[in-house]
Structure formats: structure tokens, C-alpha cells
């Protein structure tokens, strides 16, 4: 006699959990627990007396990872859904509905499954986040040095293009020191720039600091040393992690043109590292959000936008396509410089996003360095369509005059 299998559905929401256990032929009185541990322990202990072995629940915000969280301690079968496919079914119209709902589709193995790593992975995607948190506060905060400086007429963001330059740091330490005077500030801008806008430099140093500002420079310099030092601390535990669990998979992904140890350890994290969890490289990049929509009808196209997918993982990879594409010798380099004649240079760095992340499935998957293969000597043929594109823009110009 085959054995009776029980699942369970979960709503779950920010002060309250619906639980509906379904056997294929009758189904349970909805419970709803409440969302403190105690009340939690209670749901586990309901779903045991009950015999289930899968549970399925919506990722709704963040309040499905204490829920997640508690049930995988337990070893319960766990499967998490995005809302937006349950959607399409229909038959849920309230709260007790949606977890009979979720559990009857469950039964029936009509869920797709939203990919969840493993504790290891979200720990280092804890870390990752709030790194890049992190890092775009300390980037307000340089605005905010620079907004000062500004104000007391210290005009070296008019010289440098970078805000957080070394010699701008140094600067406004001196200033919250008390040393205004040009020729001690002078001293803490590097001989290369004062070799080339060494005028300029002069006359951007002669200000006006009052108490006020002083205070200010102060108090925004203690932020952005504090914020570097948890930068440090985050950056640190995320290396040890990487070194003692995926060592060999940060090692591969350095190889990559574009990527650094950082964006190695962040992609890491997003992906997990593990290359089985997704079917083919297509998958990976559409479920990273950089495959273009497919919107046809009669024959007509009427959206290429980019569709929505790991947002971390896409801004990651925008990022390391940058550096790729800047990068002498490099395939991607060579791409970009094609497709920017073309297509907007924005549309032509998500081409590259993606070409990149086709190579890191590559990569992760066959566990081998990356290669460039590219010759950079351009063959006849190549210099001949490159002569003929020139002279097409030529007669261009000449035709516009």
C-alpha cells in the first residue's frame, strides 16, 4: 500500500503565518500562528503531529527568511515560490485560500522552485549586501565632504575628478586640524598632480574655513573612517569564507578580464559558486535579469528591455563589464568597440554583462582559467571593413555639410 504523503502551504506575512496541510484528497483547517519564535516552534510542532514532509511558502518580502530559516533546522522539505507564478493560477481570493491554494499546487509538483543556496552562500550574501550598502553610504558621505569644502570656497573638486582622491583626504584633515594656510595644504597634494596643476591647485586652496565648517568637515570625516573600518571588517569575513569554502572558484574567477577579488567574492555569493543549480548558461543569465524580452506579436517587436532578475548580481556584473571592456588585449574590448558602433554604449556594456556571465558559467562549470584567445592583430578583412565603415562616415559628414 503506498504511503499517504502530507504537504503544507504557508502565507506567510509580517505578524502572521496560514498553514494549510493538504494529502491529495482532504484538506486540513487552516491554522494561523504568529511570527515570534515560541509561536514558530508551535508551527513545527503542528506540521510533525501532522506527519508533513514538504512545505511550500511565498518569498514575500524578507519575512519568509525566519520562517525558512527555522523550518530547514528542522529538515523539512522546503520549496520557495515567487508570488508572481502562483498569480497566474486562479482560485485564491483570501488569506485561507492562498495557503490551500499553495499547498494543493505543491501536491501536484505544479511549483517552480526560486533558487535558495545554502546557509554557507547566505551568510556570504549577508556580507555582500551590506558590503555594497556600505559602500554607497561612504560614497554620500564623500559628497557631503565635498558639498563643505564647497562652501569654504576650497574649490579642489574643480581640480580632481575624484572625490575620494588621497590628497582631498588629506586636505580636509589638515583644515578640521586648524591649518589653513596654502602652503601647508599644498604639502598634501601628490607631486604629480602639482607637477601638472600646480596654478590651479594654489588658487583652489585659498578659502574660507569658519568653526562651523570645521565642526562639519569633522563630523562627516568620523562617518567616513567608520565606514571604512566596517568596510575592512565586512571584506575580511568574507575572504575568510571564501578561502575556506570556494578557494579554488575565486582563484577562477580572477582570470577573468574585469574581475578583481572583490567582484569575484560577490558573485560568489550571488551565485553560490556551484554552476549545477542552473541548467545551461542561458538560464543563468536570464534568471540574472540581461536577456532581452520576448515581446513579439504579428511579426513585430515591441520590447528588447532587459528582464527582471537578480538585481545584485546584474549591477555586479555592469560593473566588472566596464572593466573588462577597458581592458587592452581583451575579447571583451574588442566587442564593445563593435557593438558601441552600432548601439548606445549602455546597451552595448549589457551585451558585454552578459557575454561575461556566459563565461563565468563556463568557467565555474569545466574548473579552467580563462583564456583569451583573441589575436589583437587585425586580419586583411577586418582592417578592410574598418576602412570601409570610416569612409561611410565620412561621406556622411560631407553630405551633412
Not at 503506498?2 to 491529495?24: E, M
Not at 558621505?141 to 588629506?170: M, P
Not at 562639519?216 to 565606514?227: A, H, N, S
Not at 587592452?328 to 548606445?344: A, H
Amino acid at each position: 500500500m503506498k504511503k499517504q504523503t502530507y504537504v503544507c502551504g504557508l502565507d506567510v506575512h509580517k505578524d502572521s503565518v496560514y498553514a494549510a496541510i493538504y494529502n491529495g484528497k482532504d484538506r486540513s483547517e487552516v491554522q494561523v500562528f504568529g511570527t515570534f519564535t515560541d509561536q514558530l516552534n508551535q508551527l513545527v510542532q503542528w506540521l510533525k503531529q501532522n506527519s508533513v514532509e514538504r512545505v511550500a511558502l511565498e518569498s514575500t518580502g524578507i519575512y519568509w527568511v525566519p520562517v525558512w530559516n527555522m523550518l530547514e533546522e528542522k529538515g523539512f522539505g522546503l520549496t520557495l515560490v515567487n508570488p508572481w507564478f502562483i498569480k497566474q493560477m486562479p482560485g485564491r481570493k483570501s488569506d485561507v485560500k492562498d495557503a490551500q491554494w499553495i499547498a494543493t499546487l505543491l501536491y501536484k509538483d505544479m511549483l517552480r522552485k526560486s533558487y535558495v543556496p545554502v546557509r554557507q552562500i547566505r551568510v556570504l550574501r549577508n556580507y555582500s549586501r551590506q558590503y555594497v550598502k556600505l559602500q554607497w553610504n561612504a560614497s554620500r558621505v564623500l559628497q557631503e565632504l565635498a558639498k563643505q569644502l564647497e562652501v569654504c570656497n576650497i574649490r579642489l573638486t574643480s581640480v580632481f575628478t575624484k572625490t575620494d582622491s588621497l590628497s582631498i583626504i588629506r586636505v580636509i584633515r589638515k583644515l578640521i586640524a586648524g591649518h589653513t594656510e596654502v602652503e601647508e595644504l599644498i604639502q598634501c597634494i601628490s607631486p604629480v598632480i602639482l607637477k601638472k596643476k600646480g596654478h590651479l591647485v594654489r588658487q583652489a586652496l585659498q578659502g574660507c574655513v569658519s568653526e562651523d565648517s570645521r565642526f562639519i568637515l569633522e563630523l562627516f570625516m568620523r562617518q567616513y573612517d567608520l565606514l571604512n573600518q566596517q568596510l575592512s571588517e565586512i571584506e575580511a569575513r568574507m575572504l575568510e569564507i571564501c578561502n575556506e569554502h570556494y578557494k579554488e572558484e575565486l582563484s577562477l574567477l580572477q582570470t577573468i578580464p574585469g574581475i578583481k577579488e572583490q567582484s569575484a567574492m560577490q558573485i560568489i555569493s550571488e551565485t553560490g559558486g556551484d554552476m549545477q543549480s542552473f541548467e545551461s548558461s542561458s538560464k543563468m543569465v536570464g534568471w540574472a535579469g540581461l536577456r532581452p524580452t520576448n515581446d513579439e506579436s504579428a511579426g513585430k517587436v515591441k520590447s528588447t528591455k532587459t528582464t527582471k532578475g537578480n538585481r545584485y548580481l546584474k549591477r555586479i556584473l555592469i560593473q566588472t563589464s566596464w572593466g573588462a571592456s577597458r581592458t587592452k588585449g581583451s575579447s571583451f574590448k574588442v566587442k564593445f568597440e563593435q557593438l558601441s558602433k552600432r548601439i548606445s554604449r549602455k546597451k552595448a556594456l549589457v551585451a558585454i554583462s552578459r557575454k561575461q556571465l556566459t563565461v563565468i558559467w563556463n568557467v565555474l562549470t569545466k574548473k579552467e582559467p580563462y583564456r583569451n584567445d583573441y589575436d589583437a592583430i587585425a586580419t586583411a578583412q577586418q582592417m578592410e571593413a574598418q576602412l570601409i565603415y570610416h569612409q561611410r562616415m565620412v561621406d556622411r559628414l560631407k553630405h551633412l555639410q
